[in-house]
């Protein structure tokens, strides 16, 4: 089986209140005070107390399109993704000359080459390295690029895999949007990076770290507008439906009995719940339809109020978060999960 040997969130510098950062949308995006208003209890609800910005939040005001703002992604995206990467290796006793595939995830901007091909010249990555570029899972992405780097070292059980994860959420800021999303997303995400370290079950560093046993994939039919990106002149425009929720209360208890019982488990065996922080209507309905409560989901509540949902890195975070809370027992379960646009949820089984 697969080894996380080691997971590494990181954040830029920049981190304002909730109530610096809607200041700031409202002054960029909403132009009459009732809108204001609206905006602030809507963003005093998301439980998010701070976040972190790619920028110092004054160069925002500089942002005067889609071309300005994914330069800037550029940028901080690449700085943001080696300091995660090199963090991870560090803290797994490798060099980047070790990593065999590395596969990158963002969603937030466009980069070609692609972020994997900029840090790997970056960091000094072997030239024969593989790639493996994913744009579009969004929130997913932590999780499936998990399940996705099982897959590779199961066929290649001697070799290291390496994820990484950049999201700059407030590079996408849509000025004099009003709708519903744009103030929800505006008061929800932040901006962050991860990388995850794994290893073959044949590498000699197998033997420390959590295992990546099984994982599931479940594509939902007819949900394409629950969540994604609409591609305007001015950017990425959020598309984020109220059925969310509702869609975890449908369809998580069955994904995860999927995930579990091949191995003889249910949900009351699972020690470790690592889920993604896609809002309190989102976790809320994950406690509900599996029988959890707040503590089980600590770790998650947590990376919420502290940095907001960082899309596919915000479950990469709660998974060091949850790697530094405690030491796990030898034998211990954990479920990693998470949902994105498609709509769509990929788990991952995890032994300690």
Same mark, same amino acid.
């Given at each position: 089986?697969?080894?996380?040997?080691a997971?590494?969130?990181?954040?830029?510098?920049?981190?304002?209140?909730?109530?610096?950062?809607?200041?700031?949308? @409202?002054?960029?995006?909403?132009?009459?005070?009732?809108?204001?208003a609206v +905006?602030?209890?809507?963003?005093?609800?998301?439980?998010v107390?701070?976040?972190?910005l790619?920028?110092?939040?004054?160069?925002?005001?500089?942002?005067?399109?889609?071309?300005?703002?994914?330069?800037?992604?550029?940028?901080?995206?690449?700085?943001?993704?080696?300091?995660?990467?090199?963090?991870?290796?560090?803290?797994?006793?490798?060099? !980047?000359?070790?990593?065999?595939?590395?596969?990158?995830?963002?969603?937030?901007?466009?980069?070609?080459?692609?972020?994997?091909? #900029?840090? &790997?010249?970056?960091?000094?990555?072997?030239?024969? /390295?593989?790639?493996?570029?994913?744009?579009?899972?969004?929130?997913?992405?932590? +999780?499936a690029?998990?399940?996705?780097?099982?897959?590779?070292?199961? @066929?290649?059980?001697?070799?290291?895999?390496?994820?990484?994860?950049?999201?700059?959420?407030?590079?996408?800021?849509?000025?004099?949007?009003?709708?519903?999303?744009?103030?929800?997303?505006?008061?929800?995400?932040?901006?962050?990076?991860?990388?995850?370290?794994?290893?073959? &079950?044949?590498?000699?560093?197998?033997?420390?770290g959590? #295992?990546?046993?099984?994982?599931?994939?479940?594509?939902?039919?007819?949900?394409?507008?629950?969540? @994604?990106?609409?591609?305007?002149?001015?950017?990425?425009?959020?598309?984020?439906? +109220?059925?969310v929720?509702d869609l /975890?209360?449908?369809?998580? !208890?069955?994904?995860?009995?999927?995930?579990?019982?091949?191995?003889?488990?249910?949900?009351?065996?699972?020690?470790?719940?690592?889920?993604?922080?896609?809002?309190?209507?989102?976790?809320?309905?994950?406690?509900?339809?599996?029988?959890?409560?707040?503590?089980?989901? &600590?770790?998650?509540?947590?990376?919420?109020?502290?940095?907001?949902?960082?899309?596919?890195?915000?479950?990469?975070?709660?998974?060091?978060?949850?790697? &530094?809370?405690?030491?796990?027992?030898?034998?211990?379960?954990?479920?990693?999960?998470?949902?994105?646009?498609?709509?769509?949820?990929?788990?991952?089984?995890?032994?300690?």
């Open positions: 089986m697969t080894t996380i040997s997971v590494r969130g990181v954040l830029p510098p920049h981190r304002y209140p909730q109530a610096q950062l809607t200041d700031l949308f @409202g002054r960029l995006c909403l132009p009459d005070r009732s809108a204001r +905006a602030n209890r809507i963003h005093t609800s998301t439980g107390a701070t976040r972190h790619a920028l110092p939040i004054e160069q925002y005001d500089e942002l005067d399109g889609f071309t300005a703002a994914n330069d800037a992604y550029l940028s901080a995206a690449v700085d943001l993704g080696c300091q995660a990467a090199l963090g991870a290796l560090k803290s797994a006793g490798l060099s !980047a000359t070790d990593v065999d595939l590395v596969l990158s995830t963002t969603v937030t901007g466009i980069a070609v080459p692609s972020l994997d091909a #900029r840090i &790997a010249g970056r960091i000094n990555m072997r030239p024969d /390295v593989k790639r493996v570029p994913v744009v579009g899972l969004g929130c997913l992405a932590g +999780a690029g998990i399940a996705r780097l099982h897959d590779f070292l199961r @066929g290649w059980p001697n070799s290291v895999a390496m994820l990484v994860s950049v999201e700059l959420c407030s590079l996408t800021i849509q000025r004099q949007d009003c709708s519903p999303a744009n103030v929800i997303a505006a008061g929800l995400f932040g901006d962050g990076a991860a990388a995850v370290i794994a290893v073959g &079950a044949e590498h000699v560093a197998a033997s420390t959590p #295992r990546v046993v099984d994982s599931v994939s479940h594509l939902y039919e007819n949900t394409e507008r629950a969540m @994604g990106w609409d591609v305007t002149d001015s950017g990425l425009k959020v598309v984020l439906g +109220a059925e929720p /975890v209360r449908t369809h998580l !208890a069955q994904d995860v009995e999927q995930l579990l019982s091949p191995h003889g488990l249910d949900v009351d065996d699972i020690a470790r719940w690592i889920c993604h922080p896609g809002g309190p209507k989102v976790i809320e309905a994950v406690q509900s339809v599996l029988g959890l409560d707040e503590d089980d989901l &600590a770790m998650t509540w947590r990376s919420l109020h502290r940095i907001g949902n960082v899309s596919s890195s915000s479950v990469l975070h709660v998974l060091a978060d949850t790697l &530094a809370d405690r030491p796990a027992s030898s034998g211990e379960w954990g479920v990693m999960m998470a949902m994105g646009p498609g709509f769509c949820a990929e788990l991952v089984l995890l032994q300690w």
